[in-house]
């Protein structure tokens, strides 16, 4: 009888063998949860490099990244305007024109920015801000139902361009872009 009490039965809480395996599966589980892991981050980062959207690279950060200096791309200097910061300038107030689509009379917000790599050009905007908002309200109240139609914006803003280089024009430089950051019609 004192041998029956002595004998423990396995996988009681008591038994050195069961709490060692129990010590490893949890060991092994951990292990095999943190390569798992491991192995999905990874899978992870390389599907996000193949699928991320491949950025053109231009001739000057071709050159860059051959280890040129890049001063000079393709035999060319590269000019002091090319290597500016781009300056915005939003024009305040809004525009607001109306105009008619050719079926029904329509309105049209529209908040604007435009955009030069020198500081000069800006101030000359800045100066000859009613000529230029108005070349700009002229464009808008132009419109027609072409502006719905695909590349109808694009073609819009290539017009508000042309129309503010003939009011903007420097030896300093130009206006190089204009933006819509609001747009609406009703």
């Known amino acids: 009888m004192a041998d029956e009490e002595t004998q423990v039965e396995e996988g009681q809480p008591g038994d050195k063998k069961s709490g060692g395996r129990n010590w490893l599966v949890i060991v092994l589980s951990a292990?095999?949860?943190v390569l798992l892991l491991a192995f999905g981050l990874a899978a992870g980062y390389i599907f996000g490099q193949m699928s991320a959207p491949k950025?053109?690279?231009t001739s000057q950060t071709e050159a860059?990244?051959?280890g040129a200096d890049g001063n000079?791309?393709?035999g060319e200097t590269a000019s002091d305007e090319e290597l500016a910061e781009a300056i915005f300038k939003s024009l305040k107030p809004e525009f607001t024109v109306n105009f008619h689509d050719g079926q029904k009379e329509r309105y049209l917000m529209a908040a604007v920015d435009v955009m030069a790599r020198n500081q000069e050009v800006i101030d000359l905007v800045d100066k000859n801000m009613p000529v230029v908002r108005y070349q700009i309200l002229r464009v808008l109240?132009?419109?027609d139902s072409s502006l719905f139609e695909e590349g109808g914006k694009d073609q819009l803003?290539?017009?508000m361009l042309a129309a503010i280089r003939e009011v903007i024009d420097s030896p300093a430089g130009n206006i190089e872009a204009v933006y819509l950051t609001s747009f609406v019609v009703q």
Do not use: C, I, K, N
């Open 55 to 57: 950025v053109a690279m």
């Open 64 to 66: 860059l990244a051959d």
């Open 31 to 33: 292990f095999v949860g």
């Open 141 to 143: 109240g132009r419109q």
């Open 157 to 159: 803003l290539t017009e």
């Open 72 to 74: 000079e791309v393709a």
